[in-house]
């Protein structure tokens, strides 16, 4: 085995997500101090995310979690996604 790295796609990395149904955390754009968490359930080519069991979780506020449920984010608006630390 080389020492060379692979480049791995996004699209591959949420597609892993979607089928460990890995919880995950979702960077909005322009929303510092407010995080979405949920499974990924689908997504597309324009990074459109669907998340099932979602809730609204704020950073550096004493805001309770709030429960969304199921919903699909716009692509535009994600900065990032990252694995919930269980």
Do not use: C
């Not at 080389?2 to 919880?23: A, C, D, E, W, Y």
């Not at 997504?43 to 979690?65: G, H, Q």
């Not at 699909?72 to 630390?85: E, H, R, S, Y």
Request: cysteine-free.
């Amino acid at each position: 085995m080389s020492g060379r790295k692979v480049m791995v796609q996004p699209i591959n990395i949420i597609f892993k997500h979607l089928q460990t149904k890995t919880p995950v955390q979702i960077w909005l754009y322009d929303q510092k101090d407010m995080r979405i968490e949920g499974t990924i359930i689908g997504f597309d080519e324009f990074m459109n995310v669907v998340l099932d069991d979602a809730s609204e979780v704020f950073a550096k506020t004493e805001k309770p979690r709030r429960a969304l449920g199921r919903m699909m984010l716009k692509g535009d608006n994600i900065t990032a996604i990252q694995p919930v630390n269980v």
